[in-house]
């Protein structure tokens, strides 16, 4: 017959297997007792601090538990990611379930939302298209923190969006939101043909080089999906076709919002400006890199008239 063991004990065996996993990036080992209460509390979906009570109290867990726990550890020891071992990750206000078909969604990326929900505050409604959603991060946000009439979701990846929609089944956000596959700018094609325009085109697309992924971090690289992360071109490609096709498709005065990488905020800016976007502006994420690009579609009118003053 099983018995309990005592969550101060399963915490131990934890931090042990974690501290000694050769596969595991060394900052991740040196804190293996923090690893452990995160891994433990995401089993059990509570807060690490719920944990720490439980250990502190000399409670004990039931033997379906530590079974749950030993299997996470045994794949956090291989190296796979946190939010994959226990199935979900925390995104702004929301939990939400990933697996290997998605990026597990950024604190970084929040910063996104942010400057989304800033640029539109003036008003409500429009629609708001998010392209590349993964795990529907972006797009869920929107739906339940956003004001607009309807948005729309759509990645290349068929598998990743499953999982954006069973995250829209839980979260279940009362605005109205469309899910498409296809590349790029694509599946607006219809919204394109029916003349209804976009307020706003949100995306963080794969931005990391071919030749940088050697300097990836081993549970970035080898565990999370290619098409999530790599862009061709020096990691411009996606930039390239979102910045010049999202006039066509955008409301005069409506905004392109893009997660950017860090190392090329600058170029990407000055090509949203040779594109004729104005304003255009880097923001910085919590660790003071540049992160997100805000760029604001004047429409061909008004760029028409700034253009001939400005040469
Ligand atoms: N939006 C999610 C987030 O921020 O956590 C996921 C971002 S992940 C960096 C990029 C996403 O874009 C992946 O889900 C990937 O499948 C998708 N993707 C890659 N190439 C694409 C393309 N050409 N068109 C549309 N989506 C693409
Ligand atoms: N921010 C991710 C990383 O560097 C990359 C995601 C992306 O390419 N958009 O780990």
Redesign the pocket.
């Known amino acids: 017959m099983s018995t309990a063991t005592a969550m101060r004990t399963l915490l131990a065996e934890v931090a042990s297997r974690i501290a000694a996993a050769p596969r595991l990036e060394g900052d991740v080992r040196d804190d293996a007792v923090r690893e452990a209460q995160l891994l433990v509390a995401g089993v059990l979906d509570v807060a690490p601090g719920v944990v720490l009570q439980a250990a502190a109290r000399d409670d004990t867990v039931t033997p379906l538990v530590v079974d749950a726990v030993r299997r996470a550890t045994a794949r956090r020891a291989e190296g796979e990611p946190l939010a994959y071992c226990v199935g979900h990750a925390a995104?702004r206000h929301l939990v939400l379930q990933v697996d290997a078909r998605?990026?597990?969604?950024?604190p970084e990326?929040e910063v996104?939302v942010d400057e989304v929900l800033r640029c539109t505050a003036d008003a409500p409604g429009g629609v708001a298209v998010?392209?590349?959603?993964?795990?529907?991060?972006?797009?869920l946000a929107l739906a339940t923190e956003g004001r607009f009439d309807r948005v729309i979701a759509?990645?290349?990846?068929r598998d990743?969006l499953d999982v954006a929609r069973a995250n829209a089944r839980r979260v279940s956000p009362a605005t109205p939101l469309d899910f498409r596959a296809?590349?790029?700018l694509?599946?607006l094609a219809e919204l394109r043909a029916s003349g209804t325009r976009v307020r706003v085109l949100v995306?963080?697309?794969?931005?990391i080089a071919w030749s940088e992924a050697a300097a990836l971090p081993s549970s970035v690289r080898d565990w999370e999906?290619s098409?999530?992360?790599f862009?061709d071109d020096d990691g411009m490609?996606?930039y390239r076709?979102l910045l010049a096709g999202a006039p066509a498709l955008l409301e005069v005065g409506g905004w392109v919002v893009l997660?950017v990488d860090a190392r090329r905020g600058g170029i990407t800016a000055d090509l949203a400006r040779q594109h004729g976007y104005d304003p255009v502006r880097l923001v910085r994420d919590y660790a003071g890199r540049d992160r997100v690009l805000v760029a604001r579609w004047p429409g061909p009118r008004e760029r028409a008239i700034s253009g001939s003053i400005g040469q």
């Open positions: 995104f998605v990026l597990v969604p950024r990326t996104v998010d392209i590349g959603t993964g795990s529907g991060a972006i797009a759509t990645d290349v990846s990743a296809g590349a790029d694509a599946p995306s963080n697309p794969p931005y999906p098409v999530a992360l862009a490609a996606r076709v997660e």
